[in-house]
C-alpha cells in the first residue's frame, strides 16, 4: 500500500532562515509524488511535483524538493523564509494504480514564520 | 482560464439530513475527484468521476455519492448525515484520469448538528 509520512506535525522558523519540511513515502514503485500547500480557510495549492524526471524538482515561491530514492525521502526545502509561507504543507503521493490517480496525503506540517 | 469552483462556501445540516455539494470543473479539465478534509488532518479521496462515470472509490460509505455531468461539473450527495461527516470538502479537477496534478477548489465547510 501507498503512503507518506510528515516527520513533524508542526516547525517553526524565523523570517530569513532555511525552512525544511520532511516527508518519507513508500510505495511499491516509483510513485509521482507532490507537495500541496494550504493558507487558513482556503483550498489546496500545488506547490511542486516529482514525475520520474529529474530528482531535483523546482516549485512555485522558491521551493523545491528533492527524490531520494534509496532514503524513500521527499523532503521540501526553501533556502529563506518569508512571512507570507505560513501555512499548513501536505506530501502527497499518486500511486496510479487502477488506472485513476487517487492522492493520497500526509498528515500535514504546520509552518509558523516569526520575525 | 476558470479555475475550480465549488457551492455553498459553507453549510449547516442536523443529523440524518441529506445534503448536495455542487463543483465547476477547470476549463480543459474532464476528471472531477472529491477530498473529505476533517478537522486538523489531511484530506482522505472520496471517489474520483472520469467522463461521467465513477472511475475510483476511496473507503467511504455508499450514502456517499455522486455525478459528473456533460459539461465535467460535479456533485457529492451525502444521506443520513452523522456528526463525522462535518468537514472540509474539497474537490478537484484534472485532464484524463490518470497521470497528471490535480487542481483544487476552495472548498465546501458542512456542519453537521
Known amino acids: 500500500a501507498q503512503s507518506v509520512t510528515q516527520l513533524d506535525s508542526h516547525v517553526s522558523v524565523s523570517e530569513g532562515t532555511p525552512v525544511l519540511l520532511r516527508c518519507n513515502y513508500s510505495?511499491?514503485?516509483?510513485?509521482?509524488l507532490f507537495w500541496y500547500v494550504q493558507h487558513p480557510n482556503k483550498g489546496l495549492q500545488l506547490l511542486l511535483k516529482y514525475t520520474s524526471a529529474a530528482t531535483l524538482v523546482k516549485g512555485i515561491n522558491g521551493f523545491e524538493a528533492e527524490f531520494k530514492k534509496s532514503e524513500t525521502s521527499f523532503h521540501l526545502t526553501k533556502p529563506s523564509a518569508h512571512m507570507s509561507d505560513a501555512a499548513e504543507y501536505f506530501c502527497v503521493v499518486s500511486p496510479l494504480s487502477g488506472g485513476y490517480n487517487k492522492l493520497i496525503f500526509g498528515a500535514g506540517t504546520r509552518l509558523a514564520v516569526h520575525p | 482560464e476558470t479555475g475550480v469552483t465549488q457551492s455553498p462556501t459553507h453549510l449547516i445540516k442536523t443529523r440524518g439530513q441529506q445534503v448536495t455539494l455542487r463543483c465547476s470543473s477547470q476549463?480543459?479539465?474532464?476528471?472531477v475527484s472529491w477530498y473529505q478534509q476533517a478537522l486538523g488532518q489531511g484530506p482522505q479521496f472520496i471517489f474520483q468521476y472520469y467522463r461521467e462515470e465513477e472511475n475510483g472509490r476511496g473507503n467511504f460509505p455508499p450514502r456517499f455519492s455522486g455525478l459528473q455531468f456533460p459539461n465535467y461539473s460535479s456533485e457529492l450527495n451525502v444521506n443520513a448525515l452523522e456528526l463525522d461527516d462535518s468537514a472540509l470538502y474539497l474537490c478537484?479537477?484534472?485532464?484524463?484520469?490518470?497521470?497528471?496534478?490535480?487542481?483544487f477548489g476552495p472548498g465546501t465547510r458542512l456542519t453537521v448538528t
Open positions: 510505495s511499491s514503485y516509483s510513485p509521482s
Open positions: 476549463s480543459g479539465h474532464n476528471t
Open positions: 478537484a479537477s484534472s485532464r484524463d484520469g490518470g497521470g497528471y496534478e490535480q487542481y
